[in-house]
């Protein structure tokens, strides 16, 4: 796993010794950065289920502003605080700890990208959606990028999001909502 592109380009990053985390593979990130390409200068960004940080380094990369990575896991927030210190993005990075319910009451300010790669089958992509939306935490403009199974249905709208774009590699689909 590594940094595509950018002002990283090339740095690999921390992954974990088994499976706990399953980090976004670097073909689906290149689709995801490649559909995104456009947004990313200066935006503020939310690596939700963060695990290794993978996307929302590469986002800081390619120019985000900043990037909010939130994550449950003791092992995920050692590895991404690594992650985050050997791209020197410290500056550009607030780590927060908890379930993704504490971390999107947490935010104080309204994100432009959300990544959201919850674990698979446990249903979390569309509470996620609905709580960005109930606490209004997506501004003007700003996309929801879900990364799900192909087995994990989402609809069409959620919470007054509509997916405006859909894109299947392999066994994983991304859902963008806007």
């Known amino acids: 796993m590594r940094i595509i592109t950018g002002e990283y380009k090339g740095r690999r990053l921390e992954s974990p010794k088994d499976r706990s985390i399953r980090p976004t593979t670097d073909k689906v990130k290149e689709a995801i950065f490649s559909i995104i390409a456009f947004d990313i200068p200066d935006a503020v960004c939310v690596d939700l289920f963060a695990g290794t940080g993978n996307l929302g380094l590469e986002a800081l990369s390619r120019g985000a502003a900043r990037c909010y990575f939130g994550d449950k896991s003791r092992e995920s927030i050692a590895i991404v605080r690594k992650n985050i210190n050997m791209c020197g993005a410290q500056d550009k990075s607030i780590i927060m700890a908890g379930e993704y319910q504490k971390v999107l009451a947490s935010l104080r300010e309204k994100a432009d990208i959300f990544f959201l790669d919850p674990p698979y089958k446990d249903g979390f992509t569309e509470d996620c959606i609905s709580l960005i939306a109930e606490n209004d935490l997506l501004a003007e403009d700003g996309i929801i990028i879900a990364e799900h199974s192909k087995d994990e249905k989402l609809p069409d ?15 994983i689909i991304i859902s963008i909502y806007g």
């Open 157 to 171: 709208e959620i919470a007054g999001f509509t997916k405006i774009k859909e894109r299947k590699y392999g066994a």
